[in-house]
């Protein structure tokens, strides 16, 4: 185990020499890269994201989302068998989208109102693309086919269930364990599910305010990094390429959709290849998720793993739609 802990530090040391090193080849393209990202950040992510991470750390520190939970519960603790508490990540997640699905979900673990087992499987489930970024971004702006939106959502965020489903059906298998009837399923959630009064104070919206802050400065610095790194692909070779466009669709899905959707291939190709990364998410997407997840200790393996099936499905799902429903 120390021998292949070495050789991953290693590996990590000399992709990070390989990056500086192609920065310097490639220094308009880095400062392309960074001001594109940067510009991205600041518009797009930063007055977007920053309210909502503020408010759903609040939110969650005085007690707001049990109650939103409780509401949710009816439908939600049935459809996903999570516990009361663990229905509000899954209402941010699928509004919101990535990061704030894993933000929600480390957070309520964090304050021990979920337990580590439901928030690994809420945060295979819940941490996607948002319905926007998929209706409007993918769909209308890069594929042109308005038709597309909604069949996309569904592709998307149906492979997300499923492969967090399938992963939670492993596990239990796994472990050899056997699930609890319903009735005893429900007591134990309801008693984890209750929580204590907390007042507001300002030095929870204090504490809430800087901890929205150092989130979305971490998610720029990812988006950043990862957007010079496109941008130093985008140098290298044809115009447009299919396998460079794949290449920057697996760093970070905006730019490589936008690649993808501008080479010459069949529409039911692009629209298979858009399935996929999306739900994936990319690496830069997976770096953003580990960035939220704090002090919570969910497993990002896990995560991967059951991102890399979701994208499977995502293409199954979209093969299947294109064969039957739109052929």
Known sequence: MKLINKYKSKLLKGLILFFFILMFLFPYA?????????????????????????????????????????????????????????????????????????????????????????????LTMCNNASPIFIMSYIAINQLKMPGLRYPLFIIIYSSSILSAIIYRIYRNHHNNRI?????????SLATRSKYNSVRFSFDILDKSIMNGFEVVTKIGGYIILFSILAQIINEIGASFSFYKALAMGILEITTGIDQICRIRIDENIKIVLVSLLASFGGLSGLAQTKSVLGESRLSMKTYVFVKLLSAFIAMLLSLLYILCLRA
């Open 30 to 122: 880095s400062y392309k890269g960074a001001s594109s990202g940067l510009m991205l950040w600041f518009i797009n992510v930063l007055p977007t994201l920053l309210p909502f991470v503020i408010l759903s750390n609040l939110m969650i520190r005085i007690n707001i989302a049990g109650k939103i939970s409780q509401l949710l519960y009816p439908v939600f603790g049935r459809l996903f068998r999570v516990s009361p508490n663990g229905c509000y990540p899954i209402l941010i997640g699928f509004l919101s989208g990535l990061p704030m699905g894993a933000k929600a979900v480390a957070d309520l673990s964090t304050e021990s109102k979920i337990d580590r087992q439901e928030a690994q499987f809420l």
């Open 179 to 187: 699930l609890n009837n319903p009735a005893n399923h429900i007591s």
